[in-house]
């Protein structure tokens, strides 16, 4: 398995507010500021930066929980860096804590979990869904 995975491994991800990432758009408010699925999207992306290039060829990492709060808005302009921080490996699952910040204060924490997978086989399984049964 991943043998190079470690606590205390860090991610990053960037992004800036428009207009296609707001709250409005994403239909989860009616605000035109950072929506709430595009932070958590924003720090998914943070806890694979640290982990996805050190897995074993084959193998990804899958979302399986997301526990996070969303403590301040963010207006369209602005940039919003997510970081993660690897804090618990228990076999195949991994805990990340996340945080959010965007230029002015912190804007979203919590913790994230992910499984690492096969791929061939998690897409395999995922395409089997659309087969119908007699």
């Given at each position: ?13 960037v992004t800036r507010v428009t207009e296609e990432n707001t709250a409005l758009a994403y239909g989860s408010g009616g ?33 399986i929980r997301v526990a996070v709060e969303h403590l301040a808005a963010t207006p369209v302009g602005m940039e919003v ?54």
């Amino acid at each position: 398995m991943a043998g190079e995975l470690k606590i205390g491994l860090r991610g990053e991800a960037v992004t800036r507010v428009t207009e296609e990432n707001t709250a409005l758009a994403y239909g989860s408010g009616g605000a035109k500021v950072f929506a709430t699925p595009a932070m958590i999207g924003l720090m998914e992306k943070a806890a694979l930066s640290s982990v996805d290039p050190l897995l074993e060829p084959g193998q990804i990492t899958v979302g399986i929980r997301v526990a996070v709060e969303h403590l301040a808005a963010t207006p369209v302009g602005m940039e919003v860096v997510a970081r993660s921080e690897l804090v618990e490996i228990d076999g195949k699952r991994l805990v990340f804590r996340v945080e959010a910040h965007d230029e002015r204060e912190l804007i979203g924490r919590g913790t994230h979990e992910r499984f690492i997978v096969n791929q061939e086989r998690f897409l395999s399984r995922t395409a089997a869904k659309l087969k119908t049964t007699s």
